[in-house]
T-cell receptor, first 115, second 115 residues
Framework: AQSVTQLDSQVPVFEEAPVELRCNYSSSVSVYLFWYVQYPNQGLQLLLKYLSGSTLVKGINGFEAEFNKSQTSFHLRKPSVHISDTAEYFCAVSDIKGGSEKLVFGKGTKLTVNP | KAGVTQTPRYLIKTRGQQVTLSCSPISGHRSVSWYQQTPGQGLQFLFEYFSETQRNKGNFPGRFSGRQFSNSRSEMNVSTLELGDSALYLC??????????????FGPGTRLTVT
């Protein structure tokens, strides 16, 4: 079964500083990887996805992630964060079986951006 | 295009009761998935429906059930509610045609509190 590990449950950072949220996955087959963001009392919004091709993926709100197959990682980065980036971030891997696709999520990383 | 809508947004029920949650997917999306989000277990897959058929199911007891209608709208039902069923229930829709990864678009969720 596929699994996702988000190595940090909480990440505090100052405004305009860079940030990296770490994600490792376990899979022996082709993977499709996603990062979602959840603001308080809201659902999940897709930040970016890796399906194939270039290992550097750019998403919305200035976020990017790098797919590293040898290290089974998909870390999320932003060069300069804003207060509005305070939210919970989830890494997910797509598990496709019998034509059905489900997302397997990590436990989430709470990013707090301080002024 | 309207997003995924879920009703109701908040619900308070008593142990032993049953509850029905509703989800309307994005127009044209035929796949609807349900996830349970709790602080302890994180985001867990409940089931996925495609063309009115359950295509995949997570590891939840039979008290959790769902269905999908011909217009792709979906409902999930939880019978004999337990305190541990208190959670945010998220619905996601996808244009999935099976066998490949598609983005899942999430609704705002239904917050269920069992007392």
């Amino acid at each position: 079964a596929q699994s996702v590990t988000q190595l940090d449950s909480q990440v505090p950072v100052f405004e305009e500083a860079p940030v990296e949220l770490r994600c490792n996955y376990s899979s022996s087959v082709s993977v499709y990887l996603f990062w979602y963001v959840q603001y308080p009392n809201q659902g999940l919004q897709l930040l970016l996805k890796y399906l194939s091709g270039s290992t550097l993926v750019k998403g919305i709100n200035g976020f990017e992630a790098e797919f590293n197959k040898s290290q089974t990682s998909f870390h999320l980065r932003k060069p300069s964060v804003h207060i509005s980036d305070t939210a919970e971030y989830f890494c997910a891997v797509s598990d496709i079986k019998g034509g059905s696709e489900k997302l397997v999520f990590g436990k989430g990383t709470k990013l707090t951006v301080n002024p | 295009k309207a997003g995924v809508t879920q009703t109701p947004r908040y619900l308070i029920k008593t142990r032993g009761q049953q509850v029905t949650l509703s989800c309307s997917p994005i127009s044209g999306h035929r796949s609807v998935s349900w996830y349970q989000q709790t602080p302890g277990q994180g985001l867990q897959f409940l089931f996925e429906y495609f063309s009115e058929t359950q295509r995949n199911k997570g590891n939840f007891p039979g008290r959790f059930s769902g269905r999908q209608f011909s217009n792709s709208r979906s409902e999930m039902n939880v019978s004999t509610l337990e305190l541990g069923d208190s959670a945010l229930y998220l619905c996601a829709s996808s244009p999935s045609h099976g066998g490949t990864a598609y983005e899942q678009y999430f609704g705002p969720g239904t917050r269920l509190t069992v007392t």
